[in-house]
């Protein structure tokens, strides 16, 4: 769905005062005039500021008869539907399973499940999800040294 700039422009705004309502809890550090609050506090100021564009030349389109919202073609086909929502769940999946299933096992089913839904060879899905899983997860492990979950996999990794 294509969203007139008034709609995006709004929420970018809102989301923007989210992000300055939430920096509020950041801790000071003490004997310093700044602390972590002050990166998202500036992005968020600035998001604002585009926000305020957006809305200004989203009103001004929407006076001369452009709908607010738009639903591309692409939209209805009931395959398309269902990529745009397994990228999403894939996405949440992340979100909610990471530490309980561990990025290895749950980067390899994600992957696999995209993979063949977008039509890949079994072959081809398989070992590019091998490689992708275990390779990500070495180039952060050793190369970055920052460690991702193991969940199922403690005993292994």
């Not at 990471?98 to 089913?109: A, E, Q, Y």
């Amino acid at each position: 769905m294509r969203f007139n700039d008034l709609v995006s422009g709004a929420i970018l705004i809102v989301v923007a005062v989210i992000v300055i309502i939430l920096t509020l809890r950041f801790p000071e550090f003490p004997g310093q005039n700044y602390g972590p609050a002050v990166f998202p506090r500036l992005l968020a100021g600035l998001l604002i500021l585009c926000g305020l564009v957006m809305v200004i030349r989203g009103f001004t389109a929407w006076r001369a008869g452009e709908p607010l919202a738009v639903v591309p073609s692409w939209a209805r086909d009931p395959a398309n539907i269902v990529s745009a929502l397994l990228v999403i769940l894939a996405a949440l999946a992340y979100i909610f399973l990471l530490d309980t299933v561990g990025f290895v096992p749950l980067t390899l089913v994600v992957l696999l499940v995209l993979f063949l839904w977008f039509k890949v060879r079994v072959p081809v899905a398989v070992v590019t999800a091998l490689v992708a899983a275990f390779g990500i997860n070495w180039f952060f492990a050793s190369m970055m040294r920052v460690p991702l979950p193991r969940g199922l996999m403690d005993w292994i990794l």
